[in-house]
């Protein structure tokens, strides 16, 4: 038995599903799974295919077991409650069980965490803020409208949303660091900071990068700026990876198409 999800959708957009999967539901599941695991199953003694589920649950890890139990039942409860919800989240959702540990013989209570698109608020003033702004450099003028539309902007943040993309790039420089053949401690040392210290500075840089491609796209649904087929046409079709993925082609060329627009203030 599966009883019925509570939703706390949080102002910043985050959300939490409280969920109860009963054992009966568990078990039922289990001898499905190793009813499939079954049919390729080869041990002394037995034919392929012919061997009893008992010995079959013997030999197989009780942790692989638990883990495709929860890829078959948690995940579809949770993509049948987000469309049911109508909810459209952005990140992979975080999985919490509230009863560990996790087994085989008893129910499970969790929670499933995700978040929204943030929503974004842009100062009036930003136009005319923009306008004021004096440089010959073009350069240094883009530089000056992206601050001064980060400044504009008002965003409250899913913590959810920082923490992942935190942690995305803090594993990557972990990669990054070994395949130097350095640790991470070593790494910071050269760099004269701490994994805290990083961690904020790389918080802030998430933040304000998501602040603006907010801006630029509440800006460019403002000012009803789209891309047309001729702007697509117009790219530089050696650009392979761009033409792979044509949702982010359309994104990058519309966001320039924005800035051009606040660079002609």
């Not at 009813?35 to 199953?41: A, E, V």
């Not at 030999?59 to 109508?86: F, G, M, N, W």
């Not at 943030?118 to 601050?147: A, E």
Request: net charge positive.
């Amino acid at each position: 038995m599966t009883t019925n999800p509570q939703l706390k959708l949080n102002e910043d957009q985050s959300f939490v599903y409280s969920f109860t999967l009963g054992k009966t539901k568990i078990l039922v599941e289990k001898q499905k799974v190793l009813l499939d695991i079954q049919k390729n199953f080869k041990t002394k003694g037995f034919r392929p295919g012919k061997v009893p589920l008992n010995i079959i649950e013997q030999q197989t890890a009780t942790d692989e077991l638990i883990e495709e139990l929860i890829s078959r039942l948690v995940s579809p409860l949770y993509a049948a409650q987000i469309k049911k919800d109508k909810l459209t989240p952005i990140v992979q959702p975080q999985i919490k069980f509230l009863n560990p540990p996790i087994s085989l013989d008893k129910d499970w209570q969790f929670e499933i965490s995700a978040c929204q698109l943030p929503q974004i608020k842009l100062n009036k003033n930003y136009q005319s803020q923009i306008k004021n702004i004096k440089s010959k450099d073009d350069t240094d003028k883009m530089n000056q409208i992206v601050q001064t539309l980060i400044k504009a902007s008002q965003v409250n943040f899913p913590q959810i949303l920082i923490d992942i993309d935190v942690q995305k790039q803090l594993s990557s420089l972990v990669n990054q660091t070994q395949q130097a053949g350095l640790s991470i401690d070593q790494y910071f040392q050269s760099q004269k900071t701490n994994l805290e210290d990083y961690k904020n500075r790389l918080s802030q840089q998430i933040k304000d990068q998501w602040i603006l491609n907010l801006a630029l796209n509440k800006v460019a649904e403002d000012q009803k700026i789209t891309v047309t087929k001729k702007d697509l046409k117009k790219t530089d079709p050696k650009n392979q990876q761009q033409s792979k993925n044509p949702y982010a082609l359309h994104h990058l060329i519309l966001q320039q198409k924005t800035l051009d627009f606040l660079k002609k203030l």
